[in-house]
Antibody
């Protein structure tokens, strides 16, 4: 059974940093694109970043470019999101997702973790 | 960026009703369109990918259609477990973008 479990969320002050992790199991992690998607309280979904199987390609939404870094450790079957210079508008539940039915870099999010809440507030 | 516009934003329906949700892309996305279902406090769940392909394990009452800029999600006969929020998403090009969501409520 595919499992994705996020961790690392919490309360952080504006301008601070946080590193999210996503532990994967039940599939060959190194064979799949992975994503981070977030959802601010009471609002819709926003795609944040994608990373290729070997980490050689990374894509970001404009609002996090230069502040967030997606990475992965295939040996540890783990996905990460390093978040720096955090702002109030980054407050959200952050989901990691496994990419599937891909063609080139285009993928769908076929499995999702339960999410981890990041709150940016003083 | 490609903008995705869903309509309606909310809909009330009864058990057994047929419901259609539409999604329009601001530019052509071929068939790179997915539909997700989300229930309160839960992660989204993939229902439809590539505009019309049913994800494994999803009931056949869900169907998708369309290509280019106009897409629809149809639920043929609403069941109690279908009351949720539905999102479309384009995966044609980065940044991926979602529609604003359609909340399906019980009438």
């Amino acid at each position: 059974e595919v499992q994705l479990v996020e961790s690392g969320g919490g309360l952080v002050q504006p301008g601070g940093s946080l590193r999210l992790s996503c532990a994967a199991s039940g599939f060959t992690f190194s064979s799949y694109w992975m994503s981070w998607v977030r959802q601010a309280p009471g609002t819709g979904l926003e795609w944040v970043a994608n990373i290729k199987q070997d980490g050689s390609e990374k894509y970001y939404v404009d609002s996090v470019k230069g502040r967030f870094t997606i990475s992965r450790d295939n040996a540890k079957k783990s996905l990460y999101l390093q978040m720096n210079s955090l702002r109030a508008e980054d407050t959200a539940v952050y989901y990691c997702a496994r990419g599937g039915y891909c063609s080139g870099g285009s993928c769908y999010s076929i499995n999702w973790g339960p999410g981890t809440l990041v709150t940016v507030s003083s | 960026d490609i903008q995705m516009t869903q309509s309606p934003s909310s809909v009330s329906a009864s058990i057994g009703d047929r419901v259609t949700i539409t999604c329009r892309a601001s530019q052509g996305i071929s068939s790179w369109l997915a539909w997700y279902q989300q229930k309160p406090g839960k992660a989204p769940k993939l229902l439809i990918y590539a505009a019309f392909s049913l994800q494994s394990g999803v009931p056949s009452r869900f169907s998708g259609s369309g290509s280019g800029t106009d897409f629809t999600l149809t639920i043929s006969s609403l069941q109690p477990e279908d009351f949720a929020t539905y999102y479309c998403q384009q995966a044609n090009s980065f940044p991926y973008t979602f529609g604003q969501g359609t909340k399906l409520e019980i009438k």
